[in-house]
């Protein structure tokens, strides 16, 4: 199978798999508690008025009616309208995607960074300081909870070296680069920066701390294996046995934790966001269940699914194309 | 005589573990001569892979070599090291011992190349077997760009991580270059692999386990080595590849004259392709000489014990005459300074709970044994009553006994 069928045919398993989470999403709703009727009428509204909001959010159809409508709505881009707000849900989810797509790479490049470099110290100076060092460092990541070391961040660096902001970003990425290139002004780009450290290095910690002890026994296990002896016999330079040979190998499976867990960053940024009063589909998804907002909820949830459903494409793909064994079937 | 190109004088090899000191190499001597094809037989564990890896400074932590001095002889390489460590240098011979660790890894691949018993595992699984062995190649081709340097040749600023990092993403400034390609091919071809330009590009799994020792040979000679080191070159093989691949060995011995440290616990191996014979046991030569010294004539009851086992095709007997007992610890605390196969030999006398040293022992003068019998006959008279050693004989052997075979990566 070419690498071209490979990917079509994910793509179809992919078009079934968000189909199932649109269907859950949208069973979710009915197996929740709580009317919307409740949080949109007036408080004081009777009977009539109730009916009429029922109506006009669509509920007093049967399900099945309104499950197609909602599905067929959604292949049109339709993700019908909030019910607090009266914007379509597409436009509002959207409009808060890049901050969290941003806070994702942005935590993902923290993590590369730093994990893949400790990770290569680690195994190569086994037994040494630098190891115990890293090593002790990815216990502590690991075992670090989001949310605190969120507070304990903006505790120290902002409120108590006063250094970087706290909360509330005003610029996004692409007015920042816009505002760069077409006006000649950094000062966007600094303040995105400056708004994002905080984010990315909370979020993007555990990430680092995993992939540090990935790094470390993956490539422990590959110099151990005797094509690196081989390597070495024939002449080639530590360097290059290394990082062409060992590093390579071992980036090969964590290549696909990376992908799975930039998936989950998108989804699972919620905490990271809300202890940042991010803009991004985390708040959003937190302040819609407060209210019962259920276009809002479904929405998101199905966007997180279809980033998981590419991401996994596009991962699976790189696997094959790393490693030779791996055909594409 | 100053033709052996490889000298090894009292060499010692220990691995320092949690549980003591192995001594997989102890005080180990043996002379190979230019064009020869030197065979190293024993038991597993017996220190034989142990030795060679020490030979190419390839003996991991927690291993290290302690003791002795490995002399190595090319007229063109003692010139280079001479000026910068002079007392490395001695009767036109260096001590490798004696040269820093980059200086001796310039070696590998040019002075001294290894193949592996296991072809599957000793190639990288990621990268096609043309690229592996046009690497080799071009390792080689940038050592020898500058040949009066005696600097870390392969530590230059050439292979830092800047420039790998660079490689990745321009094509030209990829490691394996056009040239080193072709010469590539040329060595596959060589070695006897149908279409190579095509099976070049193929990655090592494509390959059978024959062809992909044929590759392994192939990448071993990309830098023209003096010593070849076969490590137990055919055991992962089929008979009929072993036979083949065999034969090729010596075909390309005999073109370029190089010299072979053959490793095997295989006699039939020895006998079809060795000049010379080591027998070891226990991390030590037991027995060496010529082929016929040590096939014919054998002195050490070990080696008499090893040829003894070999199973009569014609079937006189329906049994096997294995050798009694299993190879002793090579725990430093658990040895014991006699000759360490006194516990299963059939002729143990009192002399034997001395170490032996190393008797000059009939046949050539190269014939050799660490073996009191060398010098006196046996005589019931002076023998050890039975069972004197199987009071030694605790479990703790079974446990320490896979720690010494794990010492010597079998």
């Known amino acids: 199978m070419s690498q071209y069928q490979f990917i079509l045919r994910r793509l179809l398993q992919g078009i079934l798999v968000i189909w199932g989470v649109v269907t859950l999403v949208f069973l979710l709703r009915y197996m929740t508690p709580g009317n919307p009727v409740d949080f949109v009428a007036p408080l004081d509204a009777g009977q009539e008025t109730r009916d009429q909001v029922a109506a006009d959010l669509g509920l007093d159809q049967p399900v099945y009616v309104q499950y197609f409508d909602y599905l067929f709505g959604l292949i049109q881009g339709d993700m019908g309208y909030s019910f607090i707000r009266s914007q379509p849900a597409s436009s509002i989810i959207f409009a808060r995607l890049p901050a969290t797509i941003e806070l994702a790479l942005a935590a993902t490049i923290v993590a590369i960074i730093?994990?893949?470099?400790?990770?290569?110290?680690?195994?190569?100076?086994?037994?040494?300081?630098?190891?115990?060092?890293?090593?002790?460092?990815?216990?502590?990541?690991?075992?670090?909870?989001?949310?605190?070391?969120?507070?304990?961040?903006?505790?120290?660096?902002?409120?108590?070296?006063?250094?970087?902001?706290?909360?509330?970003?005003?610029?996004?990425?692409?007015?920042?680069?816009?505002?760069?290139?077409?006006?000649?002004?950094?000062?966007?780009?600094?303040?995105?920066?400056?708004?994002?450290?905080?984010?990315?290095?909370?979020?993007?910690?555990?990430?680092?701390?995993?992939?540090?002890?990935?790094?470390?026994?993956?490539?422990?296990?590959?110099?151990?294996?005797?094509?690196?002896?081989?390597?070495?016999?024939?002449?080639?330079?530590?360097?290059?046995?290394?990082?062409?040979?060992?590093?390579?190998?071992?980036?090969i499976p964590i290549i696909t934790v990376l992908g799975l867990q930039l998936g989950t960053l998108i989804g699972g940024a919620v905490i990271t966001e809300f202890v940042f009063n991010w803009p991004g589909l985390g708040t959003l998804i937190i302040n819609a269940i407060d209210v019962r907002d259920w276009p809002i909820i479904q929405g998101s949830l199905i966007v997180i699914g279809v980033g998981f459903v590419i991401i996994n494409i596009a991962v699976d793909a790189l696997y094959a194309k790393l490693n030779p064994k791996v055909s594409y079937e | 005589m100053h033709d052996e190109i490889l000298t090894i004088d009292n060499l010692s090899t220990k691995f320092f573990t949690e549980n003591g000191t192995v001594r997989a190499v102890n005080d180990l001597s043996l002379r190979v001569g230019r064009g020869d094809v030197f065979g190293i037989v024993g038991e597993s564990g017996s220190g034989k892979s142990v030795t060679a890896r020490s030979v190419m400074d390839l003996v991991d932590s927690?291993?290290?070599?302690?003791?002795?001095?490995?002399?190595?002889?090319?007229?063109?390489?003692?010139?280079?090291?001479?000026?910068?460590?002079?007392?490395?240098?001695?009767?036109?011979?260096?001590?490798?011992?004696?040269?820093?660790?980059?200086?001796?890894?310039?070696?590998?691949?040019?002075?001294?190349?290894?193949?592996?018993?296991?072809?599957?595992?000793?190639?990288?699984?990621?990268?096609?077997?043309?690229?592996?062995?046009?690497?080799?190649?071009?390792?080689?081709?940038?050592?020898?760009?500058n040949p009066r340097s005696t600097r870390a040749r392969t530590s230059g600023s050439n292979y830092?991580?800047?420039?790998?990092?660079?490689?990745?993403?321009?094509?030209?400034?990829?490691?394996?270059?056009?040239?080193?390609?072709?010469?590539?091919?040329?060595?596959?071809?060589?070695?006897?692999?149908?279409?190579?330009?095509?099976?070049?590009?193929?990655?090592?799994?494509?390959?059978?386990?024959?062809?992909?020792?044929?590759?392994?040979?192939?990448?071993?000679?990309?830098?023209?080595?003096?010593?070849?080191?076969?490590?137990?070159?055919?055991?992962?093989?089929?008979?009929?590849?072993?036979?083949?691949?065999?034969?090729?060995?010596?075909?390309?011995?005999?073109?370029?004259g190089m010299t072979i440290l053959l490793i095997t616990h295989n006699l039939g191996v020895v006998a079809r392709m060795c000049d010379r014979v080591g027998v070891m046991?226990?991390?030590?030569?037991?027995?060496?000489?010529?082929?016929?010294?040590?096939?014919?004539?054998?002195?050490?009851?070990?080696?008499?014990?090893?040829?003894?086992?070999?199973?009569?095709?014609?079937?006189?007997?329906?049994?096997?005459?294995?050798?009694?007992?299993?190879?002793p610890s090579l725990f430093e605390h658990e040895m014991e300074h006699?000759?360490?196969?006194?516990?299963?030999?059939?002729?143990?006398?009192?002399?034997?709970?001395?170490?032996?040293?190393?008797?000059?022992?009939?046949?050539?003068?190269?014939?050799?044994?660490?073996?009191?019998?060398?010098?006196?006959?046996?005589?019931?008279?002076?023998?050890?009553?039975?069972?004197?050693?199987?009071?030694?004989?605790?479990?703790?052997m079974e446990q320490t006994e896979t720690a010494a075979t794990d010492g010597g990566g079998e």
């Open chain 2, 62 to 145: 927690p291993g290290r070599i302690t003791d002795g001095s490995i002399w190595y002889r090319n007229e063109e390489f003692t010139d280079r090291v001479r000026e910068d460590h002079p007392n490395a240098v001695e009767d036109g011979a260096v001590d490798l011992l004696e040269l820093p660790e980059s200086t001796r890894h310039g070696l590998r691949g040019s002075a001294f190349s290894m193949i592996f018993q296991d072809p599957a595992s000793s190639f990288n699984a990621s990268l096609t077997v043309g690229e592996q062995i046009a690497e080799a190649v071009e390792v080689q081709r940038r050592a020898h760009a």
């Open chain 1, 114 to 251: 730093f994990s893949i470099p400790l990770g290569v110290i680690s195994a190569t100076r086994r037994h040494e300081p630098a190891d115990y060092a890293a090593t002790s460092f990815s216990l502590v990541g690991i075992s670090t909870p989001n949310f605190w070391l969120g507070i304990m961040l903006i505790l120290l660096v902002s409120v108590g070296l006063g250094i970087l902001p706290t909360s509330r970003r005003p610029i996004g990425f692409v007015p920042a680069m816009e505002m760069f290139i077409f006006q000649l002004e950094i000062q966007g780009i600094r303040t995105w920066i400056a708004h994002m450290i905080l984010p990315a290095v909370t979020l993007g910690t555990y990430f680092t701390a995993m992939i540090v002890r990935l790094t470390r026994s993956g490539m422990l296990d590959e110099l151990g294996k005797s094509y690196v002896l081989a390597t070495r016999a024939k002449g080639v330079p530590e360097t290059l046995v290394r990082y062409k040979h060992v590093l390579r190998n071992t980036m």
């Open chain 2, 160 to 256: 830092s991580l800047k420039n790998y990092a660079l490689s990745t993403v321009f094509p030209s400034k990829r490691f394996v270059t056009r040239a080193s390609r072709d010469r590539a091919i040329e060595l596959l071809e060589m070695v006897g692999i149908p279409d190579p330009v095509q099976r070049a590009d193929e990655y090592p799994h494509e390959y059978s386990g024959g062809m992909l020792q044929r590759a392994m040979i192939a990448q071993a000679l990309a830098g023209e080595p003096d010593v070849l080191i076969a490590d137990e070159p055919t055991t992962a093989l089929d008979v009929t590849i072993q036979a083949q691949v065999l034969d090729l060995l010596a075909e390309l011995q005999e073109e370029t």
């Open chain 2, 338 to 396: 006699r000759c360490h196969f006194a516990d299963r030999c059939p002729k143990a006398m009192e002399e034997c709970l001395e170490h032996p040293p190393e008797f000059d022992a009939r046949g050539s003068p190269h014939h050799a044994a660490r073996c009191y019998l060398a010098e006196t006959t046996y005589s019931e008279a002076k023998a050890l009553p039975e069972g004197y050693f199987s009071e030694a004989d605790d479990p703790a």
């Open chain 2, 281 to 327: 046991y226990a991390g030590e030569i037991v027995e060496r000489g010529t082929l016929e010294d040590v096939f014919d004539d054998p002195v050490h009851p070990y080696t008499q014990g090893l040829l003894g086992s070999i199973p009569d095709l014609e079937g006189r007997e329906g049994r096997l005459h294995p050798i009694a007992g299993n190879v």
